[in-house]
């Protein structure tokens, strides 16, 4: 086989998510991860996106179907510390406002948290990618819709429900929060 057969199988490999690549350096196999496994869908999911209305709306119900799930889990689970890094992330949350960017980052963090809760790396990685799917969608709606008091009230407001440990009040709040939001995007 030739150097570049090699030179390109590499290079899909580093694609994928299985080996790294570095200038003047051997190619490094990489431990596979969830994230990595999600990252290897990454770029297809985004062309099915981008090509058909019916997929984002697909996606948008299946983040409310799996996030109702994570949100139980985390009311079940939930220590001390993950309801103060959630109320810190809110926070930053708080000072973003008038910052899309920041305030997105933060939205992210908020609901990846609440997905971490469960100690499923699982659920932590199927949490990213549907998350970084859906930004392009939701920071330009962001701008747009002045709604940010409302996430903010939201996200206090299953906060609370995480920290009393009430599953069936955490996911009333969460599919509340999502569906408004999933309303906005229409």
Do not use: C
Not at 29 to 38: G, N
């Amino acid at each position: 086989i030739g150097r570049p057969a090699i030179r390109e199988a590499l290079q899909q490999l580093a694609s994928m998510g299985l080996v790294e690549i570095n200038h003047g350096e051997r190619a490094r196999v990489l431990q596979l991860t969830p994230q990595s496994l999600m990252k290897q869908m990454d770029q297809s999911a985004r062309i099915m996106l981008s090509l058909s209305s019916d997929s984002l709306e697909h996606l948008k119900s299946a983040r409310i179907f799996f996030e109702r799930g994570m949100v139980r889990e985390a009311a079940i689970k939930a220590k001390k510390n993950d309801i103060q890094a959630l109320r810190q992330t809110l926070a930053e949350q708080r000072q973003a406002l008038g910052d899309a960017d920041r305030f997105m980052a933060a939205d992210m963090r908020f609901h990846t948290q609440i997905a971490a809760i469960s100690n499923n790396p699982i659920f932590t990685a199927v949490s990213e990618a549907m998350l970084g799917w859906l930004k392009l969608y939701h920071s330009q709606m962001l701008i747009w819709t002045g709604k940010e008091k409302h996430t903010l009230a939201e996200h206090e407001d299953i906060i609370s429900h995480l920290a009393e440990h009430d599953p069936d009040a955490a996911e009333a709040a969460l599919v509340k929060h999502l569906e408004r939001s999933r309303a906005l995007y229409k």
